[in-house]
């Protein structure tokens, strides 16, 4: 069965939340935790970060999904997504483990869910059909997906996902099952590990089983570079006085705890110094403009270095 393909250009994206007659969905990327151990095996050294993306509907069963997003190469910016060597399926981009324990690294495995859309995205295998690449906006995508592979964990490759993938049975599969931990109609559709300092957009659209030809656009949902606390895709002086000035409190994901261990610490700190600079500007990903000028941030390396003087002197 070929899936969402007869979609009109008509629907245009707004906001995160997308409404037709059946349902209303709402897309959000939710970062979570990575143990360090399992960052270890996973890359040493590097930072490893992990992201969900998630949807919540109201009125009807979350049916298929369009994404496409690549990662950001240039302007300082390094690194891939992560396909686990054990459980990685390179064909369909799933995860062949039920849910490995968070101190293994395939826990983190880059993938889409199962149209249950729960922790278990090969528990029923025969319900995940993958059609292709995305066709965002609207057009028929190519007849195979990009997605990460997992004998080309490196910095030069698994920088791309385009994929459509979804419900072969349509409406007459069962209901969602929603993810431990999330309540109600919130589901885990997909998640990304992101290996380096880089990031990127997210792309595409939803359909539920009473709207399957309608799209559902989201706008791009932006896979924050490592150091970009405030989401203005660059890490700059804002970004180092946010984790400066709360060193040694409990963090939030994303916004003071860049490495995700629960605490803002010296090594989130480290983390945006010898990140100061990097940005989506320029890229093909979208026109972004940096907030600080070239000339601020030939100054950041005097700043950080005369911070560091300080912490030293202290």
Do not use: C
């Not at 897309?27 to 151990?37: E, K, N, R």
């Not at 690449?133 to 964990?153: L, Q």
């Not at 706008?219 to 203005?232: C, F, S």
């Not at 705890?257 to 110094?273: A, K, R």
Request: proline residues 5%.
């Amino acid at each position: 069965m070929r899936l969402v393909h007869a979609l009109g250009a008509a629907v245009a994206a707004t906001s995160l939340v997308a409404s037709v007659a059946n349902a209303t969905l709402t897309a959000s990327l939710v970062q979570i935790p990575v143990d360090p151990g399992a960052a270890a095996a996973i890359a040493p050294g590097l930072t490893v970060r992990t992201f969900q993306l998630k949807v919540v509907q109201n009125g009807e069963k979350f049916d298929v999904g369009n994404l496409q997003t690549t990662l950001g190469n240039t302007n300082g910016l390094s690194g891939y997504f992560y396909a686990d060597p054990t459980v990685h399926d390179n064909s369909k981009a799933i995860n062949n483990s039920y849910l490995s324990a968070p101190t293994s690294a395939s826990f983190y495995d880059t993938y889409v869910t199962s149209p249950k859309f729960g922790l278990d995205p090969a528990n029923n295998p025969a319900n995940l059909a993958v059609t292709g690449s995305a066709d965002y906006p609207v057009a028929p995508g190519s007849a195979t997906a990009i997605v990460p592979k997992n004998n080309t964990n490196s910095a030069g490759n698994n920088q791309s996902v385009n994929i459509v993938w979804g419900d072969p049975q349509g409406g007459a599969a069962a209901n969602n099952t929603n993810t431990a931990g999330d309540a109600g109609s919130t589901y885990k559709i997909a998640q990304f590990t992101v290996v380096g300092n880089t990031g990127g957009l997210l792309k595409g659209y939803f359909g539920g089983s009473g709207s399957a030809n309608t799209a559902e656009f989201f706008p791009d949902i932006y896979l924050p570079i490592a150091g970009d606390t405030d989401g203005d895709h660059i890490v700059g002086l804002s970004d180092l006085n946010t984790v400066e000035g709360h060193l040694g409190t409990n963090g939030a994901l994303g916004v003071g705890d860049i490495d995700g261990d629960g605490i803002i610490g010296l090594s989130d700190l480290n983390i945006v110094e010898g990140n100061l600079g990097i940005s989506l500007a320029g890229s093909s990903l979208g026109s972004v403009v940096p907030e600080p000028t070239s000339l601020a941030l030939l100054g950041l390396a005097g700043v950080v270095a005369m911070r560091r003087r300080s912490r030293i002197a202290k």
